[in-house]
């Protein structure tokens, strides 16, 4: 939350003919990680299929499940509008789609497929709602402010507020473009792979689209 009051912060402290405002909307895709146990393993002499009694002894495996995301909310920028670097401030809401349940189609180590009555899971089985803040840059290299721009943004932040607290870091990177509208007016969008660190990397795609509102 630090970095977020101090993104806020700059942009209060800057004359008020510079930086702005927008509204964004942003969806995409990333992995997830999951493990779920099975009481249903292979006996190593005979090679047949064994259902077990004692918990200990399951078999934890892990799966990964590729999940959408979508959401909405306000971008600050620092900079005058004919600057080609923007410093941009995101801070929005996202919600993360269900997990799915392992036991469809959940497959051993080796391949083979595990009955749904054998797989023993927790999940999600309701959305993940999200508080995101992001910092970072929009480059213009290719165009120019004043018409139509081609060039890269990188932002770092967290989903720092979720409903069963999972906070973790987030990064994305990738290509973006910007239009002027009007003197004032400046649509934008960008699409980047996005990491994400929760006791291990996980990553995905996500694209952002909004209009910025220029004070100067």
């Given amino acids: 939350m630090r970095f977020a009051l101090t993104a806020i912060a700059l942009l209060l402290s800057v004359p008020a003919q510079a930086g702005g405002l927008g ?14 146990h099975t009481n249903l393993v292979t006996n190593p002499e005979t090679g047949e299929s064994v259902e077990l009694d004692d918990p200990n002894e399951f078999d934890k495996i892990e799966t990964t499940q590729t999940l959408a995301h979508g959401g909405t909310g306000l971008e600050l920028i620092l900079g005058d509008r004919d600057d080609k670097i923007l410093g941009t401030f995101r801070f929005y809401y996202m919600m993360d789609t269900p997990q799915k349940d392992p036991a469809e189609g959940a497959e ?6 595990i009955p749904a009555a054998n797989v023993i899971a927790a999940y999600r089985s309701e959305a993940r709602h999200l508080g995101m803040g992001m910092v970072g840059l929009s480059w213009g290299i290719v165009g120019k402010p004043d018409g139509f721009q081609l060039g890269a943004s990188g932002h770092v932040g967290s989903g720092f507020l979720t409903t069963d607290h999972t906070e973790f870091l987030a990064v994305d990177i990738g290509p973006m473009v910007t239009y002027k509208l009007t003197r004032q007016m400046q649509a ?7 990491a994400r660190f929760r006791k291990g990397w996980s990553q995905g795609i996500n694209g952002t689209a909004g209009v910025r509102y220029l004070f100067d």
Avoid: R
Avoid at 23 to 36: D, I, R
Avoid at 108 to 113: F, L
Avoid at 188 to 194: P, T
């Fill in 23 to 36: 509204v964004l909307f942003t969806g995409g895709a990333h992995n997830e990680k999951m493990w779920f």
């Fill in 188 to 194: 934008f969008a960008d699409l980047g792979f996005q």
């Fill in 108 to 113: 051993n180590e080796d391949g083979g497929k």
